[in-house]
């Protein structure tokens, strides 16, 4: 079973839309919680950042962490063409003195016009 | 502002021939500095990670190598690429209990 696991999908849906993205994970020492939006031939940008459980807000984005679920969520509202990328979610925990990171293997997402 | 500097953005290499990519890091001292590499399908591969100056730690054996001269330079390295060295090298930097920060990357393709 693979530390994170992440529907590759690809997403498609309509300019407007509210857009769910989800990873599951299954360790659980892992203590921060991060969703990068990742542009063809582009490097990851990081979107979200969040410690505890609960919701975090900033802007058109909601990410939401359920540790006791080990369930992670990123909610696109008003999902704009621009939204159109791979969204990757990641996860660290201290690992021999430094924050190892483990990452999904990222969800495509196209917004139709 | 913290930065991050990759190059070369694209980079096509015949089989055997040596490899070079740099990565340098503006606006912070000492960061915990990355290489990974990305497939097509198959996510991020966490190839080297440095804590310091010297320090280098692999996480999978290959045909790589990687170097950090200077506080902000992390350099990959291979004295031969083969086939399977194709991919998207991503350097990235965090800070102490942070997370962390990708650069543009390099578009490596052996031929």
């Known amino acids: 079973q693979k530390e994170v696991e992440q529907d590759p999908g690809p997403l498609s849906v309509p300019e407007g839309a509210i857009v769910s993205l989800n990873c599951t994970y299954s360790n659980s020492a892992f203590q921060y919680f991060m969703w990068y939006r990742q542009y063809s031939r582009k490097g990851p940008e990081l979107l979200m950042y969040t410690y505890s459980s609960g919701n975090k807000e900033d802007g058109r984005f909601t990410a939401q962490v359920d540790k006791s679920s080990k369930y992670i969520s990123l909610f696109i509202r008003d999902s704009q063409p621009s939204d159109s990328a791979t969204y990757l979610c990641?996860?660290?925990?201290?690992?021999?003195?430094?924050?190892?990171?483990?990452f999904g293997t990222g969800t495509k997402l196209q917004v139709i016009p | 502002s913290q930065t991050i500097h990759q190059w070369p953005a694209t980079l096509v290499q015949p089989v055997g021939s040596p490899l070079s990519l740099e990565c340098t890091v503006e606006g912070t001292s000492n960061p915990n500095l990355y290489w990974y590499r990305q497939a097509a399908g198959r996510g991020l591969q966490l190839l080297f990670y440095s804590v310091g100056i010297g320090q280098i730690s692999s996480e999978v054996p290959q045909n790589l190598s990687a170097s950090r001269p200077q506080d902000r330079q992390f350099i990959l390295s291979s004295k031969k690429l083969l086939l399977s060295d194709s991919g998207f090298y991503l350097c990235a930097f965090q800070r102490e209990g942070e997370t962390q920060y990708f650069g543009p990357g390099t578009r490596l393709l052996v031929l």
């Open positions: 990641a996860m660290s925990g201290n690992s021999g003195g430094y924050q190892k990171v483990t």
